[in-house]
């Protein structure tokens, strides 16, 4: 294999080799040919391998997903969003009123609504295997938006070698990852976001009617997820005016893009009007208090960052890229800020690159798309809480930056020590992942100190979805034999984690608000990042970096 990679360097200028990869032989021919065919009909002359390596990475992701979906805990928002997605369906399908005074009626339903459609059509009753559904179903939708990246990748660069490193830059972060199992909003939006960069990247190459229409389509459910969709909408629109600008006045050609500058976000609309039920009675009004709403959430709570309490409404200016910086491992951000840095050199010293290279002008578009955000957060306040966990969407674009600068180191040499060092960052990621396992997503690089016992904990957020809880019940109901027992948690993720748990035993649980009348007092440490009183009566403990994220104390 190695030499094989040596011997394709030294005859490939700038780009990462291909590996001699075993798949040839896995994916029939015919569908080979297939996926070839549909790069070719839209104009993209480096599409070389087509989609077999990625359903194979795909294929072994979903592998390892269906032997561990079953350990990730319930989050927080869970229970609200399913409600959420009840409610819609009873507005829509048996003209129930509830949504209408719901605090989350603005909020996006095209995950929510399809999944309690799903519940319905199993007939699924039991709270452990309507929530274990949707635990899969969320990380076979985040898996389907990694295969879309794959093949973006591919797109973009001509290389196999870089598509799978895509691959595995979004699934070896564990933050990402854990997430999507059980974060139904951020890390959908995330995955369709990549799906709809795909599909406008395609359809960009060769303007045809049903690609506009396909693109549409998908913009406008990546609107239902969040509404902040309307800014992938708004890149694709600036693209479509700016190719208009290149086209003589006279012929056909100038109609037929107007016509489509039309079509395009009227379509959007329509399937954004289509597959989201709030909008039917009033589909302008309801989107402009959507926007209005969403923009400013009117979330109350807390949240620890370095080392300070601060108010949502009074978050420092430098909260989000701060979480983004120490939650990312740190070859991952040299390599994506480099190629940040790379692209916005290169369009300064050659402006004229934007209206002359497809690929690199939707480069810089990702460019916007990573920024833009950051910067609109800082300028406007807007509210933001629980680590950058709402601006998931960027992560795939500083990737795309990370591989373009990758692939522009000029000397083979200096490429492949860089690329070992990524390599090994990736399996020194992986190793945490493996040995934190299901709490994998509550990750730090080593840019916060981590030299004392519970300093993480002291100065972030940390198992903020309360996760954890899971196991502390498991741990609960198999050392203690009692027919009932009694448990005080903080938290409404303390109670809903109970919902994974086995019939019989959720019988055995009963949860009271009074700490004098509990067998147990089980804490996730939110809001409360410093020891208890009675820590010499915990019987049971879940740490990562140093730090206790859960703990159970046996109080009679």
């Given amino acids: 294999m190695t030499g094989c990679l040596i011997k394709r360097c030294a005859n490939q200028k700038n780009s990462i080799p291909e590996p001699c990869f075993f798949y040839k032989r896995l994916i029939p021919l015919d569908l080979f040919n297939y996926f070839r065919s549909v790069g070719d009909q839209y104009g993209i002359k480096n599409y070389k391998s087509g989609i077999r390596p990625g359903i194979?990475?795909?294929?072994?992701?979903?592998?390892?997903?269906?032997?561990?979906?079953?350990?990730?805990?319930?989050?927080?928002?869970?229970?609200?969003?399913?409600?959420?997605?009840?409610?819609?369906?009873?507005?829509?399908?048996?003209a129930g009123q509830t949504i209408k005074t719901s605090d989350n009626k603005e909020h996006g339903v095209a995950m929510e609504l399809p999944l309690i459609l799903l519940e319905k059509i199993l007939g699924l009753k039991d709270s452990r295997k309507i929530f274990l559904m949707r635990h899969l179903l969320t990380h076979l939708f985040f898996l389907a938006g990694c295969l879309a990246f794959f093949l973006?990748?591919?797109?973009?660069?001509?290389?196999?070698?870089?598509?799978?490193?895509?691959?595995?830059?979004?699934?070896?972060?564990?933050?990402?990852?854990?997430?999507?199992?059980?974060?139904?909003?951020?890390?959908?939006?995330?995955?369709?976001?990549?799906?709809?960069?795909?599909?406008?990247?395609?359809?960009?190459?060769?303007?045809?009617?049903?690609?506009?229409?396909?693109?549409?389509?998908?913009?406008?459910?990546?609107?239902?997820?969040?509404?902040?969709?309307?800014?992938?909408?708004?890149?694709?629109?600036?693209?479509?005016?700016?190719?208009?600008?290149?086209?003589?006045?006279?012929?056909?050609?100038?109609?037929?893009?107007?016509?489509q500058l039309l079509l395009f976000p009227g379509s959007a609309f329509m399937a954004l009007y289509a597959t989201w039920p709030y909008l039917y009675p009033n589909p302008?009004?309801?989107?402009?208090?959507?926007?209005?709403?969403?923009?400013?959430?009117?979330?109350?709570?807390?949240?620890?960052?370095?080392?300070?309490?601060?108010?949502?409404?009074?978050?420092?200016?430098?909260?989000?890229?701060?979480?983004?910086?120490?939650?990312?491992?740190?070859?991952?951000?040299?390599?994506?800020?480099?190629?940040?840095?790379?692209?916005?050199?290169?369009?300064?010293?050659?402006?004229?690159?934007?209206?002359?290279?497809?690929?690199?002008?939707?480069?810089?578009?990702?460019?916007?798309?990573?920024?833009a955000p950051l910067l609109a957060i800082?300028?406007?306040?807007?509210?933001?809480?629980?680590?950058w966990r709402h601006?998931?969407?960027?992560?795939?674009?500083?990737?795309?930056?990370?591989?373009?600068?990758?692939?522009?180191?000029?000397?083979?040499?200096?490429?492949?020590?860089?690329?070992?060092?990524l390599v090994l960052n990736m399996a020194q990621t992986a190793w945490f992942m493996v040995n934190n396992f299901p709490n994998e997503h509550i990750y730090f690089n080593r840019i916060p100190r981590q030299d004392q016992p519970n300093r993480l904990r002291s100065n972030y957020d940390l198992d903020y979805w309360g996760t954890s809880y899971k196991q502390a019940l498991e741990y609960i109901l198999q050392t203690d034999t009692s027919s009932l027992i009694t448990v005080k948690v903080i938290g409404l993720a303390g109670k809903e984690n109970a919902w994974l748990l086995k019939s019989a035993d959720r019988r055995r649980i009963h949860f009271t608000e009074d700490i004098s009348k509990a067998n147990y007092f089980a804490s996730y440490y939110r809001y409360h990042p410093g020891d208890y009183p009675f820590m010499d009566k915990e019987v049971f403990s879940v740490k990562v970096l140093g730090s206790t994220i859960m703990s159970v104390f046996k109080l009679n």
């Fill in 378 to 387: 800082a300028i406007l306040h807007s509210v933001v809480y629980d680590a």
């Fill in 284 to 371: 302008l009004g309801n989107l402009i208090s959507v926007i209005k709403t969403m923009s400013s959430y009117p979330w109350k709570g807390d949240v620890v960052f370095a080392g300070h309490f601060y108010k949502y409404s009074n978050l420092p200016l430098d909260y989000s890229i701060g979480w983004f910086c120490i939650s990312n491992p740190l070859v991952y951000l040299g390599l994506g800020f480099f190629g940040l840095g790379l692209t916005g050199f290169r369009l300064a010293a050659k402006p004229s690159r934007f209206g002359t290279d497809p690929a690199f002008r939707f480069l810089l578009l990702n460019l916007l798309w990573f920024v």
């Fill in 152 to 259: 973006l990748t591919e797109f973009l660069f001509g290389s196999t070698m870089l598509a799978v490193l895509g691959f595995f830059l979004l699934l070896l972060n564990p933050l990402i990852y854990g997430h999507s199992f059980f974060n139904t909003t951020d890390i959908p939006f995330m995955s369709m976001f990549m799906i709809t960069m795909l599909v406008g990247y395609t359809v960009l190459q060769r303007k045809t009617t049903l690609g506009i229409l396909l693109l549409g389509l998908t913009c406008g459910v990546l609107c239902n997820i969040r509404i902040m969709g309307l800014m992938l909408v708004a890149g694709f629109l600036f693209l479509f005016l700016f190719d208009l600008s290149k086209q003589k006045r006279e012929g056909h050609f100038r109609k037929k893009m107007l016509l």
């Fill in 56 to 94: 194979c990475l795909f294929t072994l992701a979903l592998l390892i997903g269906l032997f561990t979906y079953k350990d990730y805990g319930i989050s927080y928002d869970e229970g609200q969003m399913r409600n959420l997605g009840i409610y819609t369906y009873d507005y829509a399908f048996h």
């Fill in 391 to 421: 601006l998931y969407f960027i992560y795939p674009s500083f990737v795309l930056m990370g591989l373009y600068g990758l692939n522009s180191l000029p000397k083979p040499g200096f490429r492949y020590a860089v690329l070992l060092l």
